[in-house]
């Protein structure tokens, strides 16, 4: 049913997000002596978080639906993948409707997901449009909210202990405000009129 599978994908986003709070922990105990090794580092994990991250998720996803039947979220709340044939997806299979068939479950405010309510067969678009259905292997919500539990703990871990190197850290604020109060006086250097010529 639809709240099952809506669980699952916000456990598997959560089992994804600690890519995003490792790099910031990292960023905050590594990168952040000064300003001069804090940006190239801030640029890295900018490159890290949209490029690298992004990267992974796109191969090793549909790896796990085609090896596996399921991305992580659907594992462990005991969910399966399935073609219509009832044969394991492939490689490409899982491709398409991961990142293609889902642009048309997303269109119109996430319609096609809802659209498990009307289809007998428990179908959103993407499932259509990908020949797939999802089937319940196990019984897996405890299973589930216990992953999501854990790994909602690892990133609020992270992220306390990131921010609190910030915070903690004197000299890059100084910096910071230093680069700050330089960059408003240039600002205000190049909107200041220009005083009037003297009349002779």
């Known amino acids: 049913g639809f709240w099952l599978r809506w669980f699952a994908q916000a456990v598997d986003s959560i089992i994804w997000s600690p890519n995003f709070f490792v790099a910031l922990y990292l960023l905050s105990a590594f990168g952040s002596a000064s300003i001069e090794l804090f940006i190239p580092s801030l640029l890295w994990f900018l490159l890290f978080v949209i490029l690298c991250a992004g990267l992974l998720k796109f191969f090793v996803h549909p790896l796990l639906i085609s090896k596996l039947g399921a991305g992580f979220g659907k594992l462990v709340c005991g969910l399966q993948i399935v073609r219509l044939d009832g044969l394991p997806l492939t490689y490409k299979n899982a491709l398409f409707r991961e990142f293609i068939a889902k642009i048309a479950s997303n269109a119109l405010l996430g319609l096609g997901y809802y659209w498990i309510y009307k289809n007998p067969q428990k179908q959103a678009w993407h499932d259509s449009l990908a020949g ?69």
Request: hydrophobic fraction near 45%; aromatic fraction near 14%.
């Open 132 to 200: 797939t259905y999802v089937i319940k292997k196990h019984r897996g919500f405890f299973t589930g909210l216990m992953v999501l539990i854990l790994f909602l703990a690892i990133n609020v871990g992270l992220a306390y202990k990131a921010f609190d190197n910030f915070r903690n850290d004197v000299t890059l604020q100084y910096d910071l405000a230093t680069l700050v109060t330089q960059i408003q006086q240039d600002l205000n250097k190049d909107i200041q009129p220009a005083s009037p010529a003297q009349s002779f």
